[in-house]
Protein backbone atom coordinates (compact mmCIF):
# COMPACT_ATOMS: atom_id res chain seq x y z
CA UNK A 1 0.00 0.00 0.00
CA UNK A 2 2.61 2.60 0.82
CA UNK A 3 6.76 2.38 0.43
CA UNK A 4 8.59 3.08 2.96
CA UNK A 5 12.05 4.42 2.03
CA UNK A 6 15.50 4.54 4.38
CA UNK A 7 18.06 6.69 2.86
CA UNK A 8 21.57 5.07 3.91
CA UNK A 9 20.57 3.55 7.10
CA UNK A 10 22.68 3.49 9.76
CA UNK A 11 21.77 1.19 12.64
CA UNK A 12 20.54 -2.46 12.67
CA UNK A 13 17.79 -2.79 14.90
CA UNK A 14 16.11 0.09 13.46
CA UNK A 15 16.32 -1.45 10.04
CA UNK A 16 15.14 -4.79 11.46
CA UNK A 17 12.37 -3.33 13.46
CA UNK A 18 11.15 -1.43 10.35
CA UNK A 19 11.10 -4.20 8.10
CA UNK A 20 8.90 -6.05 10.38
CA UNK A 21 6.42 -2.89 10.73
CA UNK A 22 6.11 -2.81 7.05
CA UNK A 23 5.47 -6.65 6.32
CA UNK A 24 3.10 -6.18 8.87
CA UNK A 25 1.61 -3.92 7.14
CA UNK A 26 1.25 -4.57 4.04
CA UNK A 27 4.27 -2.28 2.75
CA UNK A 28 7.21 -2.23 0.97
CA UNK A 29 10.63 -1.41 2.20
CA UNK A 30 13.42 0.14 0.20
CA UNK A 31 17.32 1.20 0.77
CA UNK A 32 18.28 4.26 -0.83
CA UNK A 33 22.13 4.02 -0.97
CA UNK A 34 24.87 1.81 1.05
CA UNK A 35 23.75 1.13 4.68
CA UNK A 36 26.20 1.34 7.01
CA UNK A 37 25.90 -2.28 7.72
CA UNK A 38 25.79 -5.59 5.67
CA UNK A 39 21.52 -6.31 5.00
CA UNK A 40 22.40 -10.12 4.55
CA UNK A 41 24.67 -10.47 7.23
CA UNK A 42 23.85 -8.51 10.08
CA UNK A 43 22.79 -10.24 13.19
CA UNK A 44 21.04 -7.49 14.82
CA UNK A 45 18.81 -6.88 11.80
CA UNK A 46 17.94 -9.93 12.03
CA UNK A 47 17.22 -10.40 15.25
CA UNK A 48 15.21 -6.84 15.28
CA UNK A 49 13.01 -8.31 12.07
CA UNK A 50 12.82 -11.93 13.79
CA UNK A 51 12.48 -14.77 10.78
CA UNK A 52 10.39 -12.11 9.07
CA UNK A 53 13.28 -10.41 7.58
CA UNK A 54 13.26 -12.95 4.24
CA UNK A 55 9.70 -12.12 3.63
CA UNK A 56 10.08 -8.28 4.03
CA UNK A 57 9.51 -6.79 -0.14
CA UNK A 58 12.54 -5.07 -0.23
CA UNK A 59 13.88 -3.02 -3.18
CA UNK A 60 17.38 -1.54 -2.86
CA UNK A 61 19.32 1.26 -5.05
CA UNK A 62 22.09 2.49 -5.20
CA UNK A 63 22.04 6.06 -5.28
CA UNK A 64 18.84 8.47 -5.35
CA UNK A 65 19.12 9.18 -9.27
CA UNK A 66 18.22 5.54 -9.62
CA UNK A 67 15.36 5.50 -7.10
CA UNK A 68 13.68 8.50 -8.32
CA UNK A 69 14.20 7.02 -11.97
CA UNK A 70 12.86 3.83 -10.82
CA UNK A 71 9.05 4.77 -10.23
CA UNK A 72 6.42 7.59 -10.25
CA UNK A 73 4.22 7.29 -7.43
CA UNK A 74 2.11 10.39 -6.65
CA UNK A 75 3.56 11.53 -3.98
CA UNK A 76 6.70 11.40 -2.14
CA UNK A 77 6.78 12.45 1.38
CA UNK A 78 9.99 13.22 3.02
CA UNK A 79 10.10 13.49 6.79
CA UNK A 80 12.17 16.08 8.02
CA UNK A 81 12.78 18.21 10.86
CA UNK A 82 13.35 21.05 8.91
CA UNK A 83 9.69 21.01 6.97
CA UNK A 84 7.30 23.31 8.44
CA UNK A 85 4.22 21.12 7.84
CA UNK A 86 3.10 18.39 10.30
CA UNK A 87 3.02 14.99 8.99
CA UNK A 88 -0.66 14.46 10.21
CA UNK A 89 -1.83 17.24 7.76
CA UNK A 90 -0.73 15.49 4.54
CA UNK A 91 -3.02 13.92 2.49
CA UNK A 92 -1.65 10.82 1.74
CA UNK A 93 -2.62 8.03 -1.15
CA UNK A 94 -2.25 4.48 -1.70
CA UNK A 95 1.33 3.94 -3.28
CA UNK A 96 2.99 7.34 -1.49
CA UNK A 97 6.70 6.99 -0.54
CA UNK A 98 7.47 7.95 2.56
CA UNK A 99 11.21 8.71 2.68
CA UNK A 100 13.19 9.09 6.34
CA UNK A 101 17.12 9.76 6.39
CA UNK A 102 19.72 8.11 7.96
CA UNK A 103 19.71 8.36 11.93
CA UNK A 104 22.73 10.44 12.30
CA UNK A 105 23.18 12.71 9.08
CA UNK A 106 19.31 12.49 7.54
CA UNK A 107 19.13 13.21 3.90
CA UNK A 108 21.39 15.48 1.83
CA UNK A 109 20.25 19.52 1.29
CA UNK A 110 20.15 18.39 -2.55
CA UNK A 111 17.58 15.75 -1.24
CA UNK A 112 15.65 18.69 0.71
CA UNK A 113 15.63 21.14 -2.24
CA UNK A 114 14.30 18.17 -4.91
CA UNK A 115 11.22 19.15 -6.04
CA UNK A 116 9.95 15.41 -6.16
CA UNK A 117 9.59 15.40 -2.30
CA UNK A 118 6.82 16.92 -0.25
CA UNK A 119 8.69 17.55 3.32
CA UNK A 120 6.56 17.01 6.41
CA UNK A 121 7.76 16.84 10.05
CA UNK A 122 6.70 15.35 13.10
CA UNK A 123 6.03 17.43 16.02
CA UNK A 124 9.30 18.02 18.32
CA UNK A 125 10.45 19.97 21.27
CA UNK A 126 13.92 21.88 21.18
CA UNK A 127 14.71 19.64 24.48
CA UNK A 128 16.13 16.78 21.53
CA UNK A 129 17.70 16.57 18.34
CA UNK A 130 15.31 13.49 16.92
CA UNK A 131 12.99 10.83 17.43
CA UNK A 132 14.35 7.10 16.82
CA UNK A 133 13.83 5.97 12.89
CA UNK A 134 11.92 2.75 13.49
CA UNK A 135 8.98 4.71 15.69
CA UNK A 136 9.12 7.44 13.47
CA UNK A 137 8.39 5.56 10.71
CA UNK A 138 5.27 3.24 12.53
CA UNK A 139 3.70 7.27 13.15
CA UNK A 140 3.74 8.21 9.91
CA UNK A 141 2.96 5.05 8.08
CA UNK A 142 -0.13 4.31 10.17
CA UNK A 143 -1.30 8.03 10.07
CA UNK A 144 -0.56 7.34 6.36
CA UNK A 145 -3.03 4.03 6.65
CA UNK A 146 -5.53 5.59 9.39
CA UNK A 147 -5.96 8.22 6.12
CA UNK A 148 -6.41 5.36 3.22
CA UNK A 149 -8.21 3.07 4.38
CA UNK A 150 -9.54 3.18 7.90
CA UNK A 151 -11.09 -0.04 8.09
CA UNK A 152 -7.85 -1.11 7.88
CA UNK A 153 -7.56 -1.16 11.69
CA UNK A 154 -11.00 -2.86 12.44
CA UNK A 155 -10.53 -5.30 9.64
CA UNK A 156 -7.36 -6.87 9.63
CA UNK A 157 -6.89 -10.42 11.47
CA UNK A 158 -5.13 -10.52 14.75
CA UNK A 159 -2.61 -13.09 15.00
CA UNK A 160 -2.42 -14.90 18.46
CA UNK A 161 0.42 -17.03 17.17
Known amino acids: MFNVVLYKPEIPPNTGNIGRLTLGSGC ?24 YWENVELQQYDDWTT ?24 KFSAGDHLIFGGETHGVPETIHKS ?17 NLANSVALVLFEALRQVNPDWFNNTPYSRE
Open 67 to 90: YIDSDSPKSRFLITKFADRPYHSA
Open 115 to 131: PEVKPICIPMKNEIRSY
Open 28 to 51: NLSIVGEPLFELDNDSAVKRAGLD
